[in-house]
C-alpha cells in the first residue's frame, strides 16, 4: 500500500505527477519510483465549468501537491492524468467524456495542461491507469499477466500482459464490461442487451432490487435511501441492507456475483492470466467475502481446470489511489503519451 | 496462399518441417521460410493403435514429405507439431487428446518424436498453431494482433498479440469456445453452460436441428444423412440443406451466426485487436457468405464504435493446410519448445 511521506529531496529523477479525473472529485498526487505518495491534493471537479475550467482546477491541484511534497515542476519528470472516457494516448486528446460534458468531445487535454503546466503530460482511460496502478504497487504486483476489474457504477477494466498495459488498435482494449454474458439479458448503459456492466455493476444490482421493489417485494432500502436522503442505491446503502439481510438484496448482490464469476471466467479461458484483481466501489464497501462466490463460479467455468486456484482472483489494494499511482507511473515511464505508443 | 513447388536445394537452412496431427489423419508439410510447402505428407492417424505408434506414423510421414521435397533430415531446422488437446509446451508432453485416446494422456511427444527423427521437436495445440500459420502467411499476416476462431466440432481459437502467440499462464490461452454467451443456455462439452461452442459450432446447429425436428418440424437433413450414410450432420450436409432453402437448417445456421458475432464482439471489446480471422470446417463449406450476419451483430455490440470496420473479421485463407504451416513456423523460430516460453 502507498505511503505518504515527505520527500527527502534526493534521487527525485524519476518522481511524478499522477492525477484522477472523477465526474465528482480529481485527485493529484506526487509519487516517488517506489510508490510512495510525498503529496496530494483532492478537490472537487466541478465539471459544470467545462474543460478548459477544469484543466485550470486539475493545474492548480498539481500545484498545490506539489507544495505539500516540497517539491517545484522542474523536480517531476511529467504528469499523467486518468481520464474517465475514451481518448487516444497518442495525440492526447480526449473522445468523449460523458460524466464530465460535451465540452470534453475532442478536448486536447494533454497540450491544453502541457501549456499550463510547462511538463510533459500523458493521458489514458482512468479505468486503465487504476490497473497499472495495481499492477505495479497493488494487489497485482510481481505478476506478468493480469487483468483488473472496477465495479462501480459502470463495470470497467484493464489489462496488462507480459508486464505491459494492453491499449489495442483503436485504443479501446479492456472494455471488459461489454462483452456479452446473458445474449438478450438486461439492457446495457450502451443500450446493447446482456454485458456485463448490464449484470454485474452496483447499477445492475439497483436495476433488479428496484425491479423486486416494485413487484411487490418488501426491502429496506427504500427506507434508508429516504434515510440518507439519496435518490440512488449506493454501495454503501446496498452495504447496509446486506447486513440487515435484506433478501432482495442478497438475492440481486447474489446474481451480481454469479455475473461477475462468469466474465472472469471468459476472460481466464480467453487470457488465461496469472491474477484477476477487482476493486471499485462495490467491493470497496463489501471487502473481500465479496469474492468467495464470485471464485467459485469462475472457476467452475475454467476450460482448463488444472492450476486452478493458481489464478488469482484477489481485491484491489490501492483503493482510491489506484488511478493517481498508475497515472504518474505512465509519466515517470515517459511513455503511453504521444512520444511511444501501446507499452507501459 | 502457400504454394508447392520443389526445393531448389540452396538458402534451407530455415526449412521446417510442420505436422498437423489430427484425429482422423495426419498431415507431414516441409516448409521453405516464406510458406512455400516443398513436400507433403497426408495419411490416417489410426489413433486405435496408441500414442507410440502413432508417433511412429508421424516420423514416416515426415520422412516421405523430405523424400518429396528432395530434402534430408540434415537440411531441416526442427520438426512443430500441431496437437488436438492441451499440452506443455515447456516440456513438450501432452496433457491429454480426448480425440486420439487414453495413451495420450502425459505422452511425452516431443522427446519420443525427437529419438525417432535425431531433430528438434516443438508441441502446441493444433488450434493456436493454426492461427499462427494464418497470421504469418494467411489472413492475418501484417497485423500486429488477432485473434483467430476456429468453427468445426467444437470451437477453438488462437490469439496473437504485438506479433506474438499468446500461451499464457497454464498454456491454456485461447480457449474462446469456452467464454459464456447465455448463462444457463445448452450444455457445451465441458458440461457448463452457455459457452460459445455450445452455441455457434457445427454441433451446435446439429443440437437445435434435431431439436426442432423432434419437434415435429420438417427438414431434409434426415433425408440427406440417409443419402449420405451418417450418423452425424457434417458441414456439408447442413450446406446442401441450406441450399436447397430448409427453413429448420436455415434458423440454426442463423442462430450461431449470432452466437459467433456475439463471441467476436466480446473479445474486440476485451482485447481491440487490428483482425479476426474465421476458419474451420463450418467456414470452408459455406464460405465468406458465412460471415456477413456475423460482422452485423459483432459491430453492433462494440463498445467503441469509431473505425468499427476497421476490425477486419476475415476468413481464413490457409484451408486445411494452416496448422501444417503454422507447426512448421514455430520450429523454424525454434520457439515454443523447451527452450524458450511464450513468444513465437
Known amino acids: 500500500m502507498a505511503k505518504k511521506k515527505k520527500a527527502n529531496k534526493t534521487g527525485n529523477s524519476h518522481i511524478a505527477i499522477g492525477v484522477d479525473l472523477g465526474g465528482t472529485s480529481l485527485m493529484a498526487a506526487v509519487v516517488a519510483p517506489d510508490g510512495t505518495i510525498l503529496g496530494e491534493c483532492k478537490r472537487k471537479t466541478k465539471a459544470e465549468l467545462g474543460a478548459v475550467a477544469v484543466t485550470e482546477r486539475i493545474a492548480q491541484a498539481i500545484t498545490k501537491a506539489l507544495k505539500q511534497a516540497g517539491l517545484a515542476e522542474e523536480d517531476v519528470v511529467g504528469v499523467g492524468v486518468g481520464v474517465p472516457g475514451p481518448l487516444d494516448p497518442e495525440t492526447g ?5 460523458p460524466n464530465l460534458g460535451a465540452s470534453w468531445s475532442g478536448f486536447p487535454l494533454a497540450q491544453t495542461l502541457e501549456k499550463l503546466l510547462q511538463m ?9 491507469v487504476g490497473a497499472v496502478g495495481e499492477h505495479t504497487f497493488g494487489a497485482g504486483r510481481n505478476t506478468q499477466d493480469m487483468i483488473a476489474i472496477f465495479v462501480g457504477t459502470g463495470l470497467g477494466g484493464g489489462i496488462i500482459l507480459d ?22 439479458g438486461p439492457v446495457c448503459s450502451c443500450l446493447e442487451r446482456g ?3 448490464a449484470l454485474a455493476s452496483r447499477t445492475a444490482i439497483e436495476r433488479e432490487v428496484l425491479e423486486m421493489v416494485s413487484n411487490g417485494q418488501d426491502s429496506v432500502v427504500t427506507a434508508l435511501m429516504h434515510e440518507e436522503g439519496r435518490s440512488a442505491m449506493s454501495a454503501g446503502i446496498l452495504g447496509r441492507a446486506m447486513e440487515a439481510n435484506d433478501p432482495v438484496v442478497t438475492q440481486a448482490v447474489e446474481h451480481a456475483q454469479y455475473y461477475l464469476g462468469l ?4 476472460c481466464v ?10 476493486g471499485g466501489g462495490v467491493l470497496e464497501r463489501f471487502g473481500d467475502a465479496y469474492l468467495e462466490p464470485v471464485r467459485q463460479v469462475a472457476q467452475q467455468h475454467y476450460i482448463n481446470q488444472v492450476d486452478a486456484e493458481r489464478v488469482r482472483i484477489v481485491r484491489a489494494e490501492l483503493g482510491d489511489h489506484s488511478g493517481a499511482l498508475g497515472a504518474a507511473i505512465l509519466a515517470q515511464r515517459g511513455l503511453g503519451g504521444r512520444s511511444r505508443t501501446k507499452t507501459v
Chains 1, 2 share one sequence.
Open 93 to 97: 486528446i480526449v473522445s468523449r467524456c
Open 120 to 128: 510533459p503530460v500523458t493521458i489514458d482511460n482512468d479505468v486503465r
Open 163 to 184: 508486464g505491459k498495459l494492453r491499449r489495442g488498435f483503436r485504443h479501446s482494449a479492456g472494455e471488459v464490461g461489454h462483452m456479452v454474458l446473458l445474449a438478450d
Open 195 to 197: 454485458h456485463a456492466e
Open 263 to 266: 466474465l472472469i471466467s471468459a
Open 269 to 278: 479461458n480467453c487470457l488465461d492470466p496469472e491474477a484477476i484483481v477487482v
